[in-house]
């Protein structure tokens, strides 16, 4: 199922992903540490597909698609170089074609990583990073 493959994306997007600054999920409580940077993982989902119809004893296959978007809040003040870097730690670790396969499915990144507009925040710089994907799922 989906909750499988998100798990083993946002374990990886912690776990390596991580260094030196928080890493927050959706509806997880955070309250921003003054002067520190961090980043907020959100999952944007299209309309599902169904590329085959289950029956005759054959799984349903679902094809989701969207996109992980990352935003990396940084300090006012202090430059874009850091938050740079990690924008392109997330593209490296990304790259078009990475798979992640889990029993009932995989996710593969299906084109470039993005980086979005970036903007002022109240005394955060945020930049978005947007991570897309196809996702095969079995039910």
Do not use: H
């Not at 169904?50 to 990396?72: D, M, S």
């Amino acid at each position: 199922m989906l909750r499988e493959l998100k798990a083993v994306i946002e374990n990886a997007i912690y776990l390596d992903l991580s260094s030196g600054i928080d890493t927050v999920f959706q509806n997880i409580a955070y309250i921003p540490k003054v002067g520190t940077p961090y980043q907020k993982v959100w999952w944007m989902f299209s309309k599902p597909q169904n590329p085959t119809i289950a029956g005759n004893g054959q799984p349903e296959n679902i094809r989701e698609t969207g996109y992980i978007q990352i935003n990396l809040d940084f300090p006012m003040g202090v430059g874009t170089g850091a938050c740079d870097a990690q924008a392109q730690a997330i593209r490296t670790y990304f790259p078009i074609g990475k798979t992640f396969t889990v029993s009932t499915g995989s996710l593969i990144v299906s084109q470039s990583v993005e980086f979005s507009p970036a903007r002022q925040e109240g005394d955060r710089w945020v930049s978005p990073v947007k991570i897309y994907f196809v996702a095969n799922l079995f039910e």
